[in-house]
């Protein structure tokens, strides 16, 4: 084979490794919910307070570098488990295996640490400019909390697919904190708007914790195998995997009895296309998961369920798209 084209070969197949590496889908997935709570709630909810104003402090181009921050940790994370979970990915993902196979250990610890940097750096930058400092403390949290996740939390019952979950969720939270300040609180239109967004902050961050956890359960399940192999004591190993699956169905019942709750909420706003999609790609659908989970046997259903699980996720993420500020 041409050096050449052995050489471009070889550099494809070494950024395709990254992307795997990173899991860009993910991130992609944490882009979107980002852009589409600033663009569809976010925004929205001060021009209808403020009409012909425009009093957000976060401005498209410190979101856009507060949303660059989110990935970069977010993909450092990914980096970081990967490297301590090598032993274990050999017998749960052999196939998919990136660490050590085709990115040296050496390179992948010196890509998490040059994302991780970057990302906080970014990450004070935004809170400087929003001149509240919660926004880079909290983002160097979440580089310190993947680290210890990555080393520690993630082979503890439980502590893990719960710090997991609230990660998740301060991807929208983030976005809330850096409008949040108490010196204008005074104002009773500016409150009266914060107090709106903070419960639309409140009920997407709830639902990307609650399914977020769900599927770390379910994953757990999936990943016994190797978990059990090299003493990670998570809920199925711990507890067997009929309590997991009992503990992932009761938090499906209450996704579900919540989301059906909301529809009356909005059934006074007369958002007819809202509630019909709400029904459609997130209730009847988790309803189904809830069936698929209890008829689970095989690694392969498990996947499968991890799989869906992130579907719904992804449907309830795009219905900010028919909110329009109730």
Same mark, same amino acid.
């Given at each position: ?109 010196? #890509?998490?640490? =040059? /994302?991780? *940097?970057?990302?906080? &750096?970014?990450? +004070? %930058? $935004? ?5 509240? @400092? ?116 009761? #938090?499906?019942? =209450? /996704?579900? *009895?919540?989301?059906? &709750?909301?529809? +009356? %909420? $909005? ?5 007819? @296309? ?53």
């Amino acid at each position: 084979m041409n050096p050449g084209i052995r050489k471009k070969s070889y550099t494809i197949q070494l950024l395709g490794a990254f992307l795997r590496l990173v899991r860009w889908p993910n991130l992609v997935f944490i882009t979107l919910t980002q852009f589409l709570f600033y663009y569809f709630i976010l925004l929205p909810g001060f021009r209808s307070g403020f009409p012909g104003v425009y009093l957000n402090i976060l401005r498209p181009p410190l979101f856009y570098l507060l949303s660059l921050s989110s990935v970069l940790i977010a993909a450092a994370g990914y980096i970081i488990n990967d490297y301590f979970d090598l032993n274990i990915d050999r017998v749960n993902k052999p196939d998919k295996l990136v660490v050590d196979k085709i990115i040296k250990r050496r390179s992948t610890i010196l #890509w998490h640490w =040059v /994302l991780s *940097g970057a990302g906080v &750096v970014l990450g +004070f %930058y $935004v809170s400087w400019k929003v001149q509240n @400092l919660i926004v880079g403390l909290a983002n160097l949290g979440c580089v310190v909390l993947l680290w210890f996740y990555s080393t520690t939390f993630k082979r503890k019952l439980l502590i893990g697919n719960v710090l997991i979950s609230l990660l998740t969720a301060w991807v929208i939270l983030v976005l809330y904190i850096c409008e949040f300040r108490f010196s204008e609180l005074q104002d009773a239109a500016l409150h009266k708007v914060l107090t709106r967004l903070f419960k639309f902050a409140i009920l997407y961050a709830g639902f990307a914790f609650i399914i977020s956890l769900i599927r770390e359960v379910v994953k757990d399940i999936e990943d016994m195998e190797g978990d059990r192999r090299y003493g990670c004591r998570t809920m199925p190993i711990v507890w067997g995997v009929n309590t997991a699956k009992v503990f992932a169905a009761t #938090w499906l019942v =209450v /996704l579900i *009895g919540s989301l059906i &709750v909301i529809q +009356f %909420y $909005v059934l006074q706003y007369r958002r007819g @296309l809202l509630i019909l999609y709400n029904i459609l790609l997130l209730i009847v659908p988790l309803f189904l998961i809830l069936r698929k989970l209890y008829e689970a046997r095989t690694v392969a259903d498990y996947h499968s369920l991890s799989t869906y699980i992130k579907g719904v996720m992804l449907a309830g993420i795009l219905s900010m798209i028919f909110i329009e500020f109730l």
